[in-house]
């Protein structure tokens, strides 16, 4: 049972790691860029910023746009 646990604590850990592309747009929304600022930058349309953030900031646990930024420094360890 102990391993099974370690497995599933781990996957639980994998799915909350942000993606190179999800990192990029976490990264652009700190900078203060819109969903359209963003696309244009990354080359990707803003209704997918959007779906990108969405999944940023339930993998972040926030539930704003706003605490994106917070939450990512937290999370890498940056004030």
């Known amino acids: 049972m102990k391993a099974e646990d370690e ?9 909350q790691q942000l993606t190179p592309r999800q990192h990029q747009v976490a ?3 700190e900078r203060g860029l ?3 600022e963003i ?9 997918t910023v959007k ?5 940023i900031r339930r ?13 990512l420094r ?3 360890g940056r004030s």
């Open 7 to 15: 497995l599933r604590a781990g996957l639980a850990r994998l799915d």
């Open 51 to 55: 779906a990108h953030t969405d999944v």
């Open 39 to 47: 696309g244009d930058e990354l080359g990707i349309s803003p209704r």
């Open 59 to 71: 993998k972040l646990g926030v539930r704003r746009r706003r605490q994106i930024p917070p939450a």
């Open 74 to 76: 937290e999370r890498e």
């Open 34 to 36: 819109t969903n359209e």
């Open 27 to 29: 990264l652009a929304v």
